[in-house]
């Protein structure tokens, strides 16, 4: 059974930052895409970042030029590396694993809360 674990969220000042990272276990397989997804309070979840196996990543506008995407395809590891946060980067942040095989098969994690207070 496919696990994503969740780490690295917090509590930061605006202007801080923080690193997630996102764990898969429970597949021998690649997957064709990992990403961050986030939804705050009364608003739907959003994508934040994507990376596919070979390394092209694609950002919401929000956060370009401010959040950085990564992933280690040997250890099925994703990471976002987050800087200059502002308030309205306040939100429970998702890992997205997404596997092409035949259907699209996407896996979650439980979910790590970023919150940017003073």
């Known amino acids: 059974q496919v696990q994503l674990v969740e780490s690295g969220g917090g509590l930061v000042q605006p202007g801080g930052s923080l690193r997630l990272s996102c764990a898969a276990s429970?597949?021998?397989?690649?997957?064709?895409?990992m990403g961050w997804y986030r939804q705050a309070p009364g608003k739907e979840r959003e994508l934040v970042a994507v990376?596919?196996?070979?390394?092209?990543?694609n950002y919401a506008d929000s956060v370009k030029g401010r959040f950085t995407i990564s992933r280690d395809n040997a250890e099925n590891t994703v990471y976002l590396q987050m800087n200059s946060l502002k308030s309205e980067d306040t939100a429970a942040y998702y890992c997205?694993?997404?596997?092409?095989?035949?259907?699209?098969?996407?896996?979650w994690g439980q979910g790590t809360q970023v919150t940017v207070s003073s």
């Open positions: 429970g597949t021998p397989y690649r997957f064709n895409t």
């Open positions: 997205n694993a997404r596997l092409f095989a035949g259907l699209v098969l996407d896996y």
């Open positions: 990376i596919t196996t070979g390394g092209s990543t």
